[in-house]
């Protein structure tokens, strides 16, 4: 049974910085792309950042680009997402997600498995 347990989320000020973490479980994610989402109260579910576990090719939302970076661990399958000069607008529950075959990154529907998800609350 796959699992993906998201951890890391906080208050936190503006101008500060949070490193999510996600821990992927329950089969080998050779192959898969890593996503991160988030949702801010009364919008969507907006795309964030991905990972192609196999090359390590990553790919960053226009919205916080210079300011997040995704990465990963293959040793202890996790994929992390580092977050600085945070902004009250990064305000949101963030999502970890995996797809075997996501061919379009930004589009959360290709993606298999979901983790519950993590609140980030930024301060003004």
């Known amino acids: 049974q796959v699992q993906l347990v998201e951890s890391g989320g906080r208050l936190v000020q503006a101008g500060g910085s949070l490193r999510l973490s996600c821990a992927a479980s329950?089969?080998?994610?050779?192959?898969?792309?890593m996503g991160w989402f988030r949702q801010a109260p009364g919008k969507e579910r907006a795309f964030v950042a991905a990972?192609?576990?196999?090359?390590?090719?990553?790919y960053v939302a226009d919205s916080v680009k210079g300011r997040f970076t995704i990465s990963r661990d293959n040793a202890k399958n996790t994929v992390y997402l580092q977050m600085n000069s945070l902004k009250p607008e990064d305000t949101a529950v963030y999502y970890c997600?995996?797809?075997?075959?996501?061919?379009?990154?930004?589009?959360?529907?290709?993606?298999?498995?979901w983790g519950q998800g993590t609140q980030v609350t930024v301060s003004s």
């Open positions: 997600a995996a797809g075997s075959a996501v061919v379009t990154i930004t589009r959360d529907n290709f993606y298999d498995y």
């Open positions: 329950g089969r080998p994610f050779t192959g898969y792309t």
């Open positions: 990972i192609r576990w196999n090359f390590g090719a990553t």
